[in-house]
């Protein structure tokens, strides 16, 4: 018999991988789809009047399905006869086919258990999974492959998909889940940079500080990000609780039915980040399209707004001029850019650091400008897919523009957040006498110098160790209060007044020279100096039973021992409360080892 080779065997081993990766996107995608075409055909079925059978219903499905990725879809029955346009995205919708692409790439990337557990007995000789690249090509294609057949199976349909749409932005949306994947399954490195970028960039991300800064920054962003999204949603609800009748004759005039009903409910939720997105923008100042001749900004609505009979939409405010209670949703922005300046500030000048490893401002004013660019970036990427057209004529244009709530963002969160930022830093950075900061003593502050020569690694310690101070949770803050020479994290100001006033409890936290602002214990006065010192002599080296103290005489000590036994309940033997030192007292001190015994007669010999 023939005997193979090692490299025929990873060789196959890889290409069955890659055949494995593969599948696992195209089951990815038809998970998606069928998920989504279960729950048309129970919107069907429940409906007593279907428009069409359930090719058409499913034909629909495989519509929708390519809607949330993205594609945008066509209407060809309309009363124009003129084929319209379906642009408007359900953000909502997206969540399931980017999960499942995201969750395929991840497994088909990960090593397999002989390679991440280490060799071991009985392990599959020649085990090999396949490379990142390969991965991440197999998977999107594998789905790619799924979305395809969809838009040939829905191209006779009520909703069919745009070619053009295919290649963008479907085809950039699976691949991007995909890379996220892959990503993941590698640990989420930030480095090294790719070979074709440019030295200096390669130089900058092989530096752990680097890393760091860029990694604030980007969870700067996305705290502003956010929140812009959380006021939104705000605004949408304030906005519907207001015209809360409107709302209702729309979801009741739109479907006599409950099956009709639960589709436009369905329809409605699907489109809640859409309209989040639409009030963020609106409280940045641009405000959002009603059609080609409408415009809604907080200044007020200006034209004709061409609207649909939807319940989102009542939340859009009357014609005319802005109210103060418009002019409210400015607040929004300001709160995303407190946000950002927040998170900035709090990797800038941490708790726990000295002051000599904070961020200068420098430092800081730069990590903030590239979080609100940050949030500049992301607010275009979500507008620009959250409206689109509904139609033709005067619904071609609906729904924000992001080429202005782009601007908007980066403007609002850079003025407000950059010197909001610096004030935390130095807010955070001031002197220990309000007992906030942890901060070292003087004395044990490094230099600057010394800050310096180790930028490229100190820094990151502090970093570090500031996580892990911060996963202890309560118990290192109870554990604060009890350690000696410790500041506490207590805002605690009075004690400064009081040390003015000459009180009791001026010495603490406030005190510059206290053992709680400082690790350096404070200098004193000589004990001498003292009001009632008394200096003490050798302690006596007489036995205790010798000294005549009343608390080791005779009678104290029945005393004692009659109150142990009776406290004992009766579990105390009974034998003599005085020592057997008192009755032969020469023997003691005759013999070096009071507790040794005699030998017994009738045994052996002790051993000297």
Request: glycine share 12%.
């Amino acid at each position: 018999m023939t005997q193979r080779s090692p490299k025929v065997t990873v060789r196959q081993n890889r290409t069955l991988a890659l055949l494995s990766a593969l599948v696992k996107g195209a089951v990815a995608a038809g998970l998606g789809l069928g998920s989504l075409a279960v729950l048309v055909m129970v919107v069907w079925i429940s409906s007593p009047y279907p428009d069409s059978g359930p090719g058409g219903a499913l034909r629909a499905a495989a519509g929708v399905w390519l809607l949330a990725h993205g594609a945008g879809l066509v209407r060809p029955d309309t009363l124009s006869g003129v084929p319209a346009p379906v642009g408007v995205v359900p953000l909502l919708l997206v969540l399931g086919p980017v999960w499942l692409a995201h969750r395929a790439a991840r497994d088909a990337a990960e090593a397999p258990d002989e390679l991440r557990e280490g060799p071991r007995e009985g392990a599959r000789s020649g085990a090999a999974g396949p490379s990142r690249a390969g991965a991440f090509c197999a998977v999107t294609a594998g789905y790619l492959l799924v979305v395809a057949g969809a838009a040939a199976y829905a191209r006779g349909g009520p909703l069919y998909a745009d070619p053009g749409a295919l290649a963008f932005p479907v085809a950039p949306l699976v691949a991007g889940a995909a890379a996220a994947g892959v990503w993941t399954a590698a640990g989420r490195p930030l480095g090294p940079a790719p070979s074709w970028s440019p030295l200096a960039l390669q130089e900058a991300v092989a530096r752990t500080l680097f890393r760091r800064r860029a990694e604030a920054a980007l969870r700067s962003a996305a705290a502003g990000l956010a929140m812009l999204l959380g006021g939104g949603a705000l605004l949408v609800a304030v906005a519907l609780g207001r015209n809360a009748a409107a709302a209702q004759d729309a979801f009741l005039g739109l479907a006599g039915d409950w099956s009709g009903r639960i589709a436009v409910l369905l329809l409605a939720a699907a489109l809640v980040p859409n309209a989040a997105l639409w009030g963020a923008a609106y409280g940045l100042g641009p405000g959002f399209s009603l059609g080609t001749s409408a415009t809604a900004t907080p200044l007020g609505l200006d034209g004709t707004p061409a609207l649909p009979r939807f319940p989102l939409l009542a939340a859009v405010p009357d014609q005319g001029a802005g109210s103060p209670a418009n002019w409210a949703a400015l607040a929004v922005p300001v709160a995303a850019a407190l946000a950002v300046a927040w998170f900035a500030a709090r990797r800038a000048a941490p708790a726990d650091v000295p002051r000599a490893r904070a961020w200068s401002p420098r430092e800081t004013v730069l990590v903030t400008g590239l979080a609100a660019l940050g949030c500049g970036v992301g607010t275009a990427l979500l507008t620009a897919v959250a409206g689109g057209p509904l139609g033709t004529g005067d619904l071609s244009a609906f729904g924000p523009v992001w080429w202005l709530t782009a601007p908007a963002a980066l403007v609002w969160t850079a003025v407000i957040g950059v010197p909001a930022a610096l004030l935390l830093r130095l807010w955070r950075l001031r002197t220990p006498g309000w007992a906030w900061r942890r901060d070292v003593g003087e004395a044990d502050e490094p230099s600057t110098a010394e800050v310096r020569q180790e930028e490229a690694g100190g820094v990151e310690e502090a970093e570090e160790a500031e996580e892990r101070e911060q996963g202890q949770g309560a118990e290192e803050d109870a554990g604060d209060d009890a350690a000696p020479g410790r500041p506490r994290r207590r805002w605690s100001p009075w004690r400064r007044w009081r040390a003015a006033a000459g009180g009791d409890g001026g010495a603490g936290p406030a005190d510059a020279a206290s053992p709680a602002a400082s690790s350096v214990p404070a200098p004193g006065p000589a004990p001498e100096a003292a009001p009632g010192f008394e200096p003490y002599d050798f302690l006596p080296t007489d036995p205790w039973h010798e000294t005549g103290d009343p608390w080791h005489g005779g009678a104290a000590r029945e005393a004692r021992w009659a109150s142990l036994k009776q406290g004992s309940g009766g579990l105390m033997a009974d034998f003599p409360a005085d020592r057997p030192a008192d009755r032969a007292g020469q023997a003691d001190r005759a013999d070096p080892v009071p507790d040794r015994r005699a030998p017994d007669s009738g045994g052996p010999e002790a051993t000297p």
